[in-house]
T-cell receptor, first 113, second 111 residues
Framework: DAGITQSPRHKVTETGTPVTLRCHQT?????MYWYRQDPGHGLRLIHY???????DKGEVSDGYSVSRSKTEDFLLTLESATSSQTSVYFC????????????FGPGTRLTVT | DAKTTQPPSMDCAEGRAANLPCNHS???????VYWYRQIHSQGPQYIIH???NNETNEMASLIITEDRKSSTLILPHATLRDTAVYYC????????????FGTGTRLTVIP
């Protein structure tokens, strides 16, 4: 157990509405990540953070924004949800550093109708 | 990061060793081999990693060939809870900040 929780675990929302997903860690690790997982695409990095207020884009960042105002929380926001953002979202931490092993949360299943 | 090739699926009898192969023929000298698995509907789970030497931990053993072009993950006594998709990933330890998961091997442990 890497001490990572994600909320909500399931969400159904309508196209055009904003949605915020929360990742919370209990260990105060510096590096945190948001991925999405879709059939046929594996896991793809959306955004990552290397400290409070320090974030950067990943492979599929369009339509997503993130914020990290506290070490323990990394928020992912869909500004205006679209059906293509229906996915399972995973948060991860990397206790040893950016390029070391990552530990994942339980995931959030988001459906945009 | 180098590309990896894994068989799409494998079966293993419960209690027997599960040997999962991975080819990474284009691996470079500073790239590590990582293994993760994903049990249905859960987040990926880190298993083990190595550079040149064989590695063992409480979950598994990792055997890397001398030329480093392939590796094998060994689960010594597979249980039904080991049924999952196993991913072999090759990556450098500096500069990279994400993991590239391919399609992996779906291991089914049979009672």
């Amino acid at each position: 157990d890497a001490g990572i929780t994600q909320s909500p675990r399931h969400k159904v929302t309508e196209t055009g509405t904003p949605v915020t997903l929360r990742c919370h860690q209990t260990e105060n690790h510096r590096y945190m990540y948001w991925y999405r997982q879709d059939p046929g695409h594996g896991l793809r990095l959306i955004h990552y953070s290397y400290g409070v207020k320090d974030t950067d884009k990943g492979e599929v960042s369009d339509g997503y924004s993130v914020s990290r105002s506290k070490t323990e929380d990394f928020l992912l926001t869909l500004e205006s949800a679209t059906s293509s953002q229906t996915s399972v979202y995973f948060c991860a931490i990397s206790p040893k550093g950016a390029a070391y092993e990552q530990y994942f949360g339980p995931g959030t299943r988001l459906t945009v109708t | 990061d180098a590309k990896t090739t894994q068989p799409p699926s494998m079966d293993c009898a419960e209690g027997r060793a599960a040997n999962l192969p991975c080819n990474h023929s284009t691996i470079s000298g500073n790239e590590y081999v990582y293994w993760y698995r994903q049990i249905h509907s859960q987040g990926p789970q880190y298993i083990i990693h190595g550079l040149k030497n064989n590695e063992t931990n409480e979950m598994a053993s990792l055997i890397i060939t001398e030329d480093r072009k392939s590796s094998t993950l060994i689960l010594p006594h597979a249980t039904l809870r080991d049924t999952a998709v196993y991913y072999c990933i090759v990556r450098v330890r500096t500069g990279a900040n994400n993991l590239f998961f391919g399609t992996g091997t779906r291991l089914t442990v049979i009672p």
